[in-house]
C-alpha cells in the first residue's frame, strides 16, 4: 500500500510538470523617438531566456498583433524599449489592450518602453509618471525597499548593492500612489542621475526617492517596471537574468 502510495505521488508530480501550462508573452518593440540599437538583440535574448524556462516567447513589431481577439492569447505584453507608443498605435489600437489589462492582462515594461512622452495618457497613467531624463552608462547603488527584501524579483540581493546601467529618470516618483509596490529605488549620491545632453539642460535628479522598479496592480490588472534593458550588457547577469523571470512570472499572475 505504501508503494502504491509513493507511486501514486510521483506520478501526480510528474503529470503536473509535464501539464504545467507555459506562460504567453508577447513582446512589442515598436518605437516611433529614439530606438535602441539593440533592441532586435534584446529580443532574442528574451525569446532564448523564455525557452529555459516554460515560456514562451513571440515577437512582433505589427500593432495588428495586440488586437483585442489576438490579446486572448497572451498572459502579459512585455514593452521592450517601445518608445513613444501613442505615436505608433492609434487611438482605436490602445483601446483593446487597455481594456485587455484591466481585465487580467499584464503589461511588463522594461526600460525605455516607459518612455512615452506624454503620447499615450492612459497607459502613463497606470504607470504612474513618464519619462524625464537619464544617465550615462555607470555604476550606481540600488537600494531594496524594506518591504521588497527577500521577494524573487530582487533575486536573494539584500538591502543595497550597485549595478552597471544606465539609468531613467522620471517626472515624479510613484511611492504612494495607489496600488504601487516600489521594489527598488536608485541612490543618487552614488552617480550623476542627469548626464549632460541639449534636451536635459533644466532637467534635475529625483533626489531622495528615485524608483527604478515597480509593481502595480490596476483593476484586475498587473503592471511592472524595470529600468534594466537598454542593452544586454544590463541584463545578461546573473541578477538581471534571475529579476527578469521573477518579473514575468509576477506580471503574468501565473506563478
Not at 518605437?31 to 514562451?56: C, D, M, Q, V
Not at 505615436?87 to 515594461?109: A, D, H
Not at 549632460?196 to 533644466?202: A, F, G, Q, R, T
Request: aromatic share 10%; net charge negative.
Amino acid at each position: 500500500m505504501k508503494r502504491l502510495l509513493l507511486f501514486f505521488l510521483a506520478a501526480c508530480c510528474l503529470m503536473s510538470t509535464t501539464w504545467a501550462k507555459p506562460i504567453e508573452v508577447i513582446v512589442y518593440s515598436a518605437t516611433s523617438w529614439f530606438r535602441h540599437a539593440e533592441i532586435p538583440r534584446i529580443n532574442g535574448y528574451l525569446a532564448r531566456l523564455g525557452a529555459k524556462h516554460e515560456i514562451n516567447v513571440s515577437l512582433t513589431e505589427d500593432a495588428g498583433d495586440l488586437s483585442a481577439e489576438n490579446l486572448k492569447r497572451y498572459d502579459l505584453i512585455l514593452f521592450n524599449n517601445a518608445t513613444n507608443l501613442g505615436e505608433s498605435l492609434t487611438v482605436e489600437q490602445r483601446k483593446p489592450i487597455i481594456e485587455w489589462f484591466r481585465k487580467g492582462g499584464g503589461i511588463m515594461v522594461m526600460h525605455a518602453g516607459i518612455v512615452q512622452n506624454g503620447t499615450w495618457p492612459e497607459l502613463i497613467e497606470i504607470a504612474g509618471c513618464d519619462f524625464d531624463a537619464d544617465s550615462e552608462y555607470v555604476e550606481a547603488r540600488f537600494t531594496i525597499d524594506p518591504k521588497a527584501e527577500g521577494d524573487p524579483i530582487v533575486a536573494g540581493k539584500s538591502k543595497e548593492f550597485t549595478y552597471i546601467a544606465d539609468w531613467l529618470s522620471f517626472n515624479r516618483p510613484v511611492t504612494g500612489l495607489p496600488g504601487v509596490e516600489v521594489l527598488l529605488r536608485l541612490d543618487e549620491k552614488s552617480f550623476d542621475a542627469v548626464r549632460e545632453h541639449p534636451l536635459y539642460v533644466d532637467k534635475k535628479p529625483m533626489g531622495d526617492d528615485h524608483p527604478i522598479c515597480w509593481r502595480r496592480k490596476v483593476d484586475q490588472g498587473r503592471y511592472l517596471f524595470t529600468g534594466l534593458g537598454h542593452d544586454i550588457r544590463s541584463i545578461d547577469t546573473e541578477f538581471g537574468r534571475a529579476h527578469l523571470i521573477a518579473a514575468i512570472n509576477w506580471t503574468a499572475a501565473k506563478r
